[in-house]
Nanobody, 122 residues
């Protein structure tokens, strides 16, 4: 079992930055690929970014490419999502997710955090 806890959300003006953190615990939590997803009110959950466990290769949704950066610490226990140049359309609840498969599809992730709200004002 893997537990994930997000933090770092909040209210920010358009153009600003936030850094989300996701602390992982549990057996082999460091061996899973990780992903970030978000869900805006009235919309489906959508892929934001993921990092493969073995290669640390990163992939991003087109809507955030060049503005967001996914990373994890050396112990692979905490993962991050650095969000720059935020836009009002980035407003959503952001979720971190872990393995077992690197994927754009939320159904491929077995473990989820509780979510953290990000609100970007115009």
């Amino acid at each position: 079992q893997v537990q994930l806890v997000e933090s770092g959300g909040g209210l920010v003006q358009a153009g600003g930055s936030l850094r989300l953190s996701c602390a992982a615990s549990g057996r082999t939590s460091s061996r899973y690929p990780i992903g970030w997803f978000r869900q805006a009110p009235g919309k489906d959950r959508e892929f934001v970014a993921f990092m493969a466990w073995s290669t640390s290769s990163t992939f991003y949704a087109d809507s955030v490419k060049g503005r967001f950066t996914i990373s994890r610490d050396n112990a692979k226990i905490t993962m991050y999502l650095q969000m720059n140049s935020l836009k009002p359309e980035d407003t959503a609840v952001y979720y971190c997710a872990a393995g077992p498969r690197s994927s754009f599809d939320a159904d491929d992730y077995a473990y989820w955090g509780q979510g953290t709200q990000v609100t970007v004002s115009s």
